[in-house]
Structures are given as C-alpha cells and as structure tokens.
Nanobody
Framework: EVQLQASGGGFVQAGESLRLSCSGS????????MAWFRQAPGEEREWVSY????????DYADSVKGRFTMTEDIDKNTDYLEINSLTPNDTAVYYC???????????????????WGQGTQVTVSS
C-alpha cells in the first residue's frame, strides 16, 4: 500500500514553468505504474502522463507531449511532473496516481489506479 501527496501547484503566468511533486509513503513508488491526471472545472479527469514501474519508459497524452516531462527519484520516493510553457488551458487540479504494474492495461483510464494523491491546483493566467 502507498500513500501519495501531491504538491507544487500555484498561480502562474502563461509561458512560465512549474514542477509538481508526488511524494510516496509506505511502498516504494517505483514498484507501481505511476501517472499524472488533471481535472479542469466542469471537465472529466484527463490522463496526462505515465511512467512504468522501476522508472521505466514514460508516455504522454498528445496534448502535452513536448511540454510535460515525468521523472522519478527513487531515493526520495518522489515522482515529478515538469510543466513548461504553461497556457491557461493547463489550468486544473493535478493528481498523481499509482497502479499495479502487473495488471494495468489502459494507463489512461482512472479505474486502473488504486491509489490517488489529493491533488494540487495549477492556475495559469493569460
């Protein structure tokens, strides 16, 4: 079992960057398939990025490729999401989530993830 704590959100101007953190306690995060999702007001939760267990390959939603980078620090048991060139369309609550890497099939689906962080708000002004 793992507990997740997301942090690093804030209020920024368009074009700026942010680094979000997802700290784990309990199990090691690299034992899981880890993901970031985001949810804008009035919208469904949207998958953003995924990193395979053991700090394996990453994958990104087409809408964020080239601007978002997901990494994992095993020593700190923390995952990061670096977001560059922020736009108002990136405004959302960002969530990290953990899935069983042996059973996950559709990494973009919320139901695949057993553990969730509480979310961190990112607001981008134009």
């Amino acid at each position: 079992e793992v507990q997740l704590q997301a942090s690093g959100g804030g209020f920024v101007q368009a074009g700026e960057s942010l680094r979000l953190s997802c700290s784990g306690s309990g199990d090691a995060l690299d034992a899981y398939g880890m993901a970031w999702f985001r949810q804008a007001p009035g919208e469904e939760r949207e998958w953003v990025s995924y990193i395979s267990a053991r700090s394996g390959p990453t994958d990104y939603a087409d809408s964020v490729k080239g601007r978002f980078t997901m990494t994992e620090d095993i020593d700190k048991n923390t995952d990061y999401l670096e977001i560059n060139s922020l736009t108002p369309n990136d405004t959302a609550v960002y969530y990290c989530a953990a899935a069983n890497p042996w059973t996950i099939v559709l990494k973009h689906e919320t139901y695949e993830y057993e553990y969730w962080g509480q979310g961190t708000q990112v607001t981008v002004s134009s």
